[in-house]
T-cell receptor
């Protein structure tokens, strides 16, 4: 089975500051990588995905992530956060040989401070 | 919006009673999933389905069963609910096989077992 590690359970950041949410995965095969956001009392919404090609992927709400195969990482970044970015963020991985199954990290709670 | 609804959205039940949660989709997707979300654990896969009457176990399947008698409905049953099954349950569908692999989630069902 794959595993996904989100190194920070909570990340506080001031409004308009940059943020990076870290995600590492373990897999010996090719992977698909995803970031989801969950606002309070809601379901998960896809932020962005990496399937193949360019290692820098851009998503909604100004977020981007970079796939680093050698470090098995897929860190999420935003250059300037807003209060509305306060939410829980989940990293997920699926593999090319089991493309239908996802493995999720434990989540990072991002709190944007005014 | 992938046309996913879950019912009920909230339920309180007593230990030992059976409970069935329903997931309904309107877009004829082949793959459907049930997850539970608990603090510190992220999302964990309970069961999934890859077609009508085709289901398989996930990471945390003990105490749960599923059924899928038609494409649009995927039912999750707790045969005899326990307090450890208090959680938020999410249904998801996958676009696997249609050129992308992301999953889309329903709004969730909050289940409390007293």
């Amino acid at each position: 089975a794959q595993s996904v590690t989100q190194l920070d359970s909570q990340v506080p950041v001031f409004e308009e500051a940059p943020v990076e949410l870290r995600c590492n995965y373990s897999s010996s095969v090719s992977v698909y990588l995803f970031w989801y956001v969950q606002y309070p009392n809601q379901g998960l919404q896809l932020l962005l995905k990496y399937l193949s090609g360019s290692t820098l992927v851009k998503g909604i709400n100004g977020f981007e992530a970079e796939f680093n195969k050698s470090q098995t990482s897929f860190h999420l970044r935003k250059p300037s956060v807003h209060i509305s970015d306060t939410a829980e963020y989940f990293c997920a991985v699926s593999t090319t040989n089991t493309g239908n199954q996802f493995y999720f990290g434990t989540g990072t709670s991002l709190t944007v401070i005014p | 919006d992938a046309g996913i609804t879950q019912s009920p959205r909230h339920k309180v039940t007593e230990t030992g009673t059976p409970v069935t949660l329903r997931c309904h989709q309107t877009e004829n997707h082949r793959y459907m999933y049930w997850y539970r979300q608990d603090p510190g654990h992220g999302l964990r896969l309970i069961h999934y389905s890859y077609g009508v009457k085709d289901t398989d176990k996930g990471e945390v399947s003990d105490g749960y069963s599923v059924s899928r008698s038609k494409t649009e409905d995927f039912l999750l049953t707790l045969e005899s609910a326990t307090s450890s099954q208090t959680s938020v349950y999410f249904c998801a569908i996958s676009l696997t096989g249609k050129g992308s692999y992301e999953q889309y989630f329903g709004p969730g069902t909050r289940l409390t077992v007293t």
